[in-house]
């Protein structure tokens, strides 16, 4: 019974955190769906709707704040808002990376694609999933998942690699491809970005349950 | 009930004990169904005011209040104003628990006697759910012919509340409800206060900044008679406009 009031305050500000993750997901997808057809106008959409997220953001946020003003926390209950805090942050960011993929939509103007997608799309799900899985950790407190996430980062740096090494033989072969190619490393270097934010909220997730600030 | 949403309302609020002036100028609006802290340093004038709202400074000598305090639609200080019904209209829970000296139960249904307002085979009924109110109905309904005094303060502080719930006030006046109380009961009293607002209005007075910080929706802060802010809590706790409110909230001073 105790402080059920507080503990509910921050239920709510969990299930805001979840409902940001959810937007930050579709962003990206949505961006690598923008990419894989040229979609300007759907780019220009998504690039617009970056503010909706900022906003959540900045709630949160506030939210928090007011919580460490009036409610005093400590101990699970600080690390908690603490780490809610470097959550929003660290969504907030993969958001301006799925709007930078969204202006690299923009950028390639009329002109096509370089090359049909194979593993940009498969990075982009790989990410996704780990923001779904990592915010589920969080709600569970599950620190075996959270470590078990931060190993899924070194499949996504693998995609960059290869993705990388590949457009690198395109513009050996033809330099005239070397623009619309540096586009796509750009788009794999956000996503791969995302990745690594989400391995950030996995150290945050270790923190928030164990106390512990893990280094490398 | 005001259709205003506004539960108390006081205009150019002035009180003075003699040639003291206790309060000046005091312009507040409590919303109803919220708990409003008011919050100061010793003497700055806030259980004055608490009592202003059911007139429980009329009993001290050379008291002379002017300006309108209306609570619902009703001008409290004019001249005919039915005191019963007031303090029926804004109940008042003190410092330290104050149960009379009788059992848990004629504790509750003193008040029903005293007001007649209910026959007495409904008192049973409207004892149990008082308690239950007050979360005290599971651990004393076996107890209900102990006395009140053999219960731990917190308990007996939860009685006090009970005992003012079936007189169907519209307002709870607390005066430091907690200043007797250990930190758990402190905060068990807290949580009560957040059930009871679904309910009631709750005005609260205490030195326990920390306590309006939690507890309350709306905080007014005083010094020296006068009300310097009132706003959200979490407005008054994050950014408070006047630097004095600032300065006490922070422990510089007070």
């Given at each position: 019974m105790s402080r059920e009031h507080f503990q509910n305050m921050l239920r709510e500000v969990e299930h805001e955190l979840v409902s940001m993750g959810e937007m930050v997901v579709a962003a990206i997808d949505r961006s690598v769906q923008a990419l894989k057809h040229v979609d300007k106008a759907e780019a220009e959409a998504i690039i617009a709707a970056d503010a909706a997220i900022n906003c959540k953001r900045w709630d949160i946020e506030n939210k928090c704040v007011q919580l460490f003003a009036t409610q005093q926390p400590v101990a699970g209950d600080l690390r908690e808002i603490v780490s809610f805090m470097d959550l929003v942050s660290n969504l907030e960011r993969m958001a301006d990376h799925a709007k930078g993929i969204a202006k690299i939509v923009v950028m390639h103007d009329q002109t096509p694609l370089l090359k049909p997608l194979i593993d940009i799309p498969r990075m982009a799900e790989k990410a996704g999933a780990m923001i779904r899985k990592s915010l589920h950790a969080f709600i569970t407190q599950d620190v075996a998942a959270a470590k078990a996430i931060i190993e899924m980062d070194n499949e996504v740096d693998a995609l960059y690699e290869q993705i990388f090494r590949e457009l690198l033989t395109y513009m050996m072969e033809d330099p005239r491809t070397i623009t619309r190619a540096v586009y796509l490393i750009w788009v794999s270097h956000n996503l791969e970005r995302i990745a690594d934010r989400v391995t950030n909220i996995c150290e945050r997730i270790i923190f928030m349950v164990t106390g512990e600030i893990c280094g490398n | 009930m005001s259709m205003s949403g506004i539960a108390i309302a006081t205009q150019r609020l002035d009180l003075f004990y003699g040639d003291f002036q206790a309060l000046t100028a005091i312009d507040l609006q409590v919303p109803e169904r919220e708990v409003t802290a008011l919050i100061g340093p010793s003497g700055c004038g806030k259980s004055t005011l608490l009592r202003v709202f059911n007139r429980m400074n009329d009993l001290i000598d050379g008291v002379r209040v002017s300006g309108r305090v209306l609570v619902g639609d009703e001008d409290?200080?004019?001249?005919?104003?039915?005191l019963l019904r007031l303090r029926e209209k804004v109940g008042m829970v003190f410092q330290r628990p104050n149960p009379?000296?009788?059992?848990v139960f004629d504790n509750i249904a003193f008040g029903l006697a005293v007001h007649k307002l209910a026959p007495r085979r409904e008192y049973d009924m409207i004892v149990e759910q008082a308690l239950r109110d007050v979360l005290l109905w599971d651990d004393l309904k076996d107890k209900l012919q102990r006395s009140a005094l053999t219960l731990s303060l917190e308990q007996q502080q939860r009685l006090c509340i009970a005992r003012v719930l079936p007189l169907k006030p519209q307002v709870l006046l607390m005066d430091e409800p907690c200043s007797a109380l250990d930190p758990i009961a402190t905060l068990h009293i807290e949580e009560l206060m957040q059930k009871l607002k679904q309910e009631y209005t709750i005005v609260i007075v205490t030195h326990n900044m920390q306590q309006a910080a939690r507890a309350s929706d709306r905080t007014g802060f005083m010094y020296l008679g006068k009300l310097i802010e009132f706003g959200t809590t979490a407005r008054i706790f994050?950014?408070?406009?006047q630097e004095l409110t600032e300065n006490y909230i922070s422990g510089r001073f007070g």
């Open positions: - | 409290i200080y004019a001249p005919g104003a039915d009379f000296p009788l059992t994050t950014q408070p406009a």
